[in-house]
Each structure stands twice: as C-alpha cells, then as structure tokens.
C-alpha cells in the first residue's frame, strides 16, 4: 500500500508522541517515576492522535489505522524494552488495569 508524506509524517508523530508524558521530568523525579507511561501510553490517548491526524490526512481508513499501529509500536517497544519495573496502564483513566513485563 503507498502511503502519502502526510500519512508518513504522522505514523512518525504517533510513534513518538507517547513520550510527551516524559516532560513530567521538569516537575521532579517522583512526578516523571509516577506518570510516565500513564499519561499518554494508553488506547484512548491513542484514538486522539489518530482523531487529530484524520484533520491532516483525511478520513482513509487505511492511512488511520497505520497511524494508530505506529501509536502502538511505541506502546509495546515499552513493554518489551523499557526496563525493570516499568508498568503500562493501557486503559487508563478509565481503568486501573496494569500490564508489567517481568522480563523486561
């Protein structure tokens, strides 16, 4: 499937925007340790960036669901790679729901 720039330029927004929720850092350690990977690593903050990228790269679904795989990609990469002790809670806020790798 051939993609356009602007498809190809929010796949790569989608893909780094979940660290957005590491700036928490500028407030302090215990802000960054509690709300890193909380913020913006869940579905629904997900759905907004897909929701938002639909106004630059029109309403294809094809292009949309690449967007929101890329989203994902970052999602799992922290999973897999984030290190020791580092919790996901995909369904936050509506959802206390934690998901941790124990081999991460």
């Known amino acids: ?6 498809t ?7 893909a780094l925007v979940p660290d ?4 928490g850092i500028i407030f302090g350690p215990q802000v960054y340790q509690r709300y890193h990977h909380v913020l913006t690593h869940n579905v629904f903050f997900g759905l907004v960036v897909t929701v938002v ?7 294809r679904p094809a292009a949309l669901v690449l967007v929101f795989a890329s989203f994902l990609s970052h999602v799992v990469g922290d999973y897999f ?9 995909p369904f936050w806020p509506l959802s ?8 991460a």
């Open 1 to 6: 499937m051939a993609t356009d720039r602007r």
């Open 81 to 89: 790679g984030s290190g020791e002790g580092w919790s996901l809670w």
């Open 96 to 103: 206390s729901f934690e998901v941790l790798n124990p081999h």
């Open 53 to 59: 990228s639909a106004r630059w790269i029109g309403r």
């Open 8 to 14: 190809r330029l929010w796949c790569v927004i989608a």
């Open 20 to 23: 957005l929720d590491g700036l």
